[in-house]
């Protein structure tokens, strides 16, 4: 009889501590979601969006690298490219990853002529 009271007891103490962890747990779910959907997704973004632009380069785009060197793309490899930096044409041979933005594909009209007309 002893053991029948205590056991019930035991249950109802287990049932009344989980329903009081319940607001934690969803606490701690919606924290979850939010970042998510505040950090993780627009990383994944981003990252995707940098990979079609790198995917994409062509001869003759001009490029600007994460170090900050300008210049056109002469040749490009599987994860190489080959750019010219100046007027006489000196040739860097750089890392895909590298490239930071794209800033004029070839055939589109250069930012600046276009705003002038």
């Known amino acids: 009889m002893l053991f029948n009271i205590l056991t019930a007891t035991t249950t109802a103490t287990n049932t009344n501590s989980f329903l009081s962890m319940l607001p934690s747990i969803g606490i701690i779910l919606v924290l979850?979601?939010?970042f998510?959907?505040?950090?993780?997704r627009p990383q994944r973004k981003r990252e995707k969006q940098e990979t079609e632009m790198r995917s994409s380069l062509t001869v003759g785009d001009e490029i600007t690298t994460t170090g900050g060197i300008v210049g056109r793309i002469l040749s490009v490899s599987?994860?190489?490219?080959?750019?010219?930096?100046?007027?006489?044409c000196t040739k860097l041979r750089i890392v895909k990853g590298s490239i930071a933005r794209v800033d004029k594909k070839v055939g589109e009209p250069a930012a600046d002529q276009a705003e002038k007309k």
Do not use: H
């Open 36 to 40: 998510y959907f505040l950090l993780i």
């Open 32 to 34: 979850v979601v939010a």
């Open 78 to 88: 599987d994860d190489t490219v080959v750019i010219g930096t100046s007027g006489d």
